[in-house]
């Protein structure tokens, strides 16, 4: 079973309309990261989450806001969405203890027309 | 300014044969060096990792090198199966562990397996 899911896994909106990816992992882990990935680019940090209430800036956060209200939810939200925006969106987690290794989500496909 | 770079974005080998996927950094402050597998349209699955205190570390079919003077990093698979084609992804963290574990990833290689 999947210890991280996001939602939904694909979305087609308008440019200028708010947008809302959801995450949501069940291994109690403390850390969470938002990414995004384009061609060209790689990886991407949007933003992430060290705790409940806890969020900081990413390389790319222009746009992009978030929320973290419970310790298994991650909220990534676009305010007024815009073409550039068009990305597949991953989220991850990483426990405590030093450990370096994120496990990502399955990842959405969000479309900006 | 891309700190971490992988700069062939794809390989193809014949199945049996070994896969070396290269990755360059520019930070010397990284201390932690981490390989990602991705398939289509699924998420970036951890595959393997070496810390800088290292040079090689091995998992089965997988070994990664890691020379800090160079600070350059491969990792090889042998031998490759069809299974093994996918995006690989190089990451390095310097944050000294602990906090926010934050990872600067390179741009993909994909790798393709020739039955």
């Known amino acids: ?113 | 300014d891309q700190q971490v770079k992988q700069n062939s974005p794809s390989l193809s080998v014949q199945e049996g044969r070994i896969s070396i996927l290269n990755c360059d950094y520019t930070n010397s402050m990284f201390d932690y060096f981490l390989w990602y597998k991705k398939y289509p349209a699924e998420g970036p699955t951890f595959l393997i990792s070496i810390s800088s205190i290292k040079d090689k570390n091995e998992d089965g079919r997988f070994t990664v090198f890691l020379n800090k003077s160079a600070k350059h990093l491969s990792l090889h698979i042998v031998p490759s199966q069809p299974g093994d084609s996918a995006v690989y992804f190089c990451a390095a963290s310097g944050t000294g562990g602990g906090a926010t574990n934050k990872l600067i990833f390179g741009t993909g290689t994909l790798l393709a397996v020739q039955p």
């Open chain 1, 1 to 113: 079973d999947a210890g991280i899911t996001q939602s939904p896994r694909h979305k087609v909106t308008e440019t200028g309309t708010p947008v809302t990816l959801r995450c949501h992992q069940t291994e109690n882990h403390r850390y969470m990261y938002w990414y995004r990935q384009d061609p060209g680019h790689g990886l991407r940090l949007i933003h992430y989450s060290y705790g409940v209430k806890d969020t900081d800036k990413g390389e790319v956060s222009d746009g992009y806001s978030v929320s973290r209200s419970k310790t298994e939810d991650f909220l990534l939200t676009l305010e007024s969405a815009t073409s550039s925006q068009t990305s597949v969106y991953f989220c991850a987690m990483a426990g405590t203890g030093g450990a370096y290794e994120q496990y990502f989500g399955p990842g959405t496909r969000l479309t900006v027309t």
